[in-house]
C-alpha cells in the first residue's frame, strides 16, 4: 500500500507540473508582445555605454528586473487571493496603458526628432569624452531601464496571472512565478546578446579566414537593423497583445471579432489567411485607436493640471 501511496503521489506531481508547463506556454504567447518591446528598450537603454561595460550594465538591470519581479509577484498573487475580481479591471488598465506607450512612442519620434537626434549627439560625444562622469552615466542608464522594467514586468504578470485566473492558487503561483523567471532570463540573456553582436562582429571580421571575416561582417550590418527591427515588433505588439486585451474585455466584442473572422475566411483564395489574419487586425486597430484616445487624454489632462498648479 505504501508503494502504491507513493506512486500515486508522483503522478499527481507529475501531472500537476504538466498542467503548470501547459499553462505557462498559454502565459508566455500572451506575454510575448510584451516581450519584445522589453527587448527592444532594454537593448536601446544599455547600448549607450562603452564597449567593456555592457555586460556589467545588463547584469545591474537584470538585477534589478529580479528585484522588481521580488516585489511584483507576491503583489499580484495577494490580489488574486483576496481581490480576484479585481484582475480584469487591472488586466484593462494594463492593456490600455500598452497601447498609450505604443502610440505615444510614435507620436514622440515624429514630433521630436530634433530632440531625439540631439539627445544622440550628446550622449556620443560624452562617451568620446575622456573626463566624462561614465560612472553617473551608467548610474542613469541602469535606474531608467530598472524604471522602465518594473513597467513592463507589472503587465507581464498581470497578462500572466490573467491566463490562469481560474485555476487553483498553487498553480496560479508556480506559473507565474516560472513567468516572471523565464522572461527575465530570456529578456536579459538575448539583450546581452544583441549589445555585444557588433562586437563579435568586428573581432570576426578581423580574421584571416574570409568565410568568418564575412560572417564579422554580417554581424556588424545586421546590429543596427535587428535594434530597430526589434523597436519596430515591439512596438506592433503591443498594439496587438494590448488591443486584444481590450478587445476581449469589452463585451459584445467577442461575437464582433467572430462574425467578421468567417467573413474574412469566406473570401475565395484568400480566406484561410484573411480569417487567421482579421482577429490580430482587428486586435491592433483598436490598439492604435485606444492608444491614441489615452494619449490626447493625458495629454490635456497634463496641460490642465500644469494651468491649475501654476501659480497666478
Known amino acids: 500500500m505504501a508503494g502504491s501511496s507513493l506512486f500515486a503521489l508522483i503522478d499527481d506531481i507529475a501531472t500537476i507540473l504538466d498542467d503548470v508547463a501547459l499553462m505557462s506556454k498559454v502565459a508566455a504567447k500572451k506575454t510575448a508582445g510584451v516581450l519584445g518591446d522589453d527587448l527592444a528598450l532594454n537593448a536601446q537603454q544599455v547600448a549607450g555605454v562603452r564597449a567593456d561595460r555592457e555586460l556589467p550594465v545588463v547584469w545591474a538591470?537584470?538585477?534589478g528586473s529580479l528585484k522588481n519581479k521580488a516585489i511584483l509577484v507576491p503583489a499580484a498573487l495577494a490580489i488574486s487571493a483576496f481581490l480576484p475580481a479585481a484582475i480584469t479591471p487591472l488586466l484593462m488598465v494594463g492593456g490600455l496603458y500598452l497601447c498609450f506607450e505604443g502610440f505615444e512612442k510614435i507620436a514622440h519620434s515624429i514630433m521630436h526628432k530634433e530632440e531625439n537626434a540631439q539627445h544622440k549627439q550628446q550622449l556620443s560625444a560624452a562617451l568620446n569624452d575622456p573626463n566624462a562622469d561614465m560612472v553617473a552615466i551608467e548610474k542613469d542608464k541602469i535606474k531608467g531601464a530598472v524604471r522602465t522594467d518594473f513597467i513592463l514586468s507589472a503587465e507581464i504578470i498581470v497578462i500572466a496571472l490573467g491566463t490562469?485566473?481560474?485555476e487553483p492558487f498553487a498553480k496560479q503561483a508556480m506559473v507565474v512565478v516560472s513567468i516572471a523567471l523565464v522572461m527575465t532570463v530570456g529578456v536579459y540573456g538575448i539583450v546581452a546578446a544583441i549589445v555585444k553582436m557588433d562586437d563579435a562582429g568586428l573581432y570576426l571580421s578581423q580574421r584571416a579566414n574570409g568565410a568568418v571575416r564575412a560572417l564579422g561582417n554580417v554581424l556588424l550590418a545586421a546590429a543596427p537593423r535587428l535594434?530597430?527591427?526589434?523597436s519596430v515588433v515591439g512596438t506592433a505588439a503591443?498594439?496587438?497583445v494590448g488591443g486584444g486585451i481590450l478587445v476581449h474585455g469589452t463585451p459584445g466584442t467577442h461575437d464582433i471579432v467572430h462574425?467578421?473572422?468567417e467573413v474574412a475566411?469566406?473570401?475565395p483564395a484568400l480566406g484561410p489567411v484573411l480569417g487567421f489574419l482579421t482577429p490580430s487586425v482587428i486586435d491592433a486597430v483598436a490598439g492604435v485607436i485606444a492608444g491614441a484616445l489615452a494619449l490626447v487624454v493625458v495629454t490635456i489632462g497634463g496641460k490642465l493640471l500644469r494651468s491649475v498648479?501654476?501659480?497666478?
Open 61 to 63: 538591470v537584470a538585477l
Open 164 to 166: 490562469v485566473a481560474a
Open 227 to 230: 535594434m530597430k527591427l526589434l
Open 238 to 240: 503591443m498594439f496587438m
Open 259 to 261: 462574425h467578421a473572422t
Open 265 to 267: 475566411a469566406a473570401v
Open 309 to 312: 498648479k501654476k501659480p497666478s
